[in-house]
Nanobody
Framework: QVQLVESGGGSVQAGGSLRLSCKVS????????MTWFRQASGKEREGVAS????????YYDDSVKGRFTLLRDKDKNTLDLQMNSLKPEDTGMYYC?????????????????????WGQGTQVAVSA
């Protein structure tokens, strides 16, 4: 059984940095995408950043491009999200998810619908 455990959340001031980590245990398909999502209070969950099987493709939401970076370590079976220049609008619960996708378009990959395995989330709070 595959399990995902996120860590690294916390409270920072605007302009600060955090590094989230998603630890994967169990066997995932070699065709799995791994994606970070976030959900702000009262809003829908949105895709933030994703990496394809084989690390050949990465997608970032426009709101985080140039500030967030994915770091995948296959040996440690982790997917980290380095978040720099944080803004108050980055506040929310951050989740990682794993899924086998047939549609590799950016819109499909950053949508929550195709993902069937989720972590419990880690909270990020950015103050102005």
């Amino acid at each position: 059984q595959v399990q995902l455990v996120e860590s690294g959340g916390g409270s920072v001031q605007a302009g600060g940095s955090l590094r989230l980590s998603c630890k994967v245990s169990g066997d995932t398909s070699s065709n799995s995408w791994m994606t970070w999502f976030r959900q702000a209070s009262g809003k829908e969950r949105e895709g933030v950043a994703s990496v394809s099987p084989g690390n050949t493709i990465t997608y970032y939401d426009d709101s985080v491009k140039g500030r967030f970076t994915l770091l995948r370590d296959k040996d440690k079976n982790t997917l980290d999200l380095q978040m720099n220049s944080l803004k108050p609008e980055d506040t929310g619960m951050y989740y990682c998810a794993v899924g086998v996708l047939t549609d590799w378009s950016r819109a499909a990959v950053l949508s929550e619908k195709p993902y069937h395995i989720w972590g419990q989330g880690t909270q990020v709070a950015v103050s102005a």
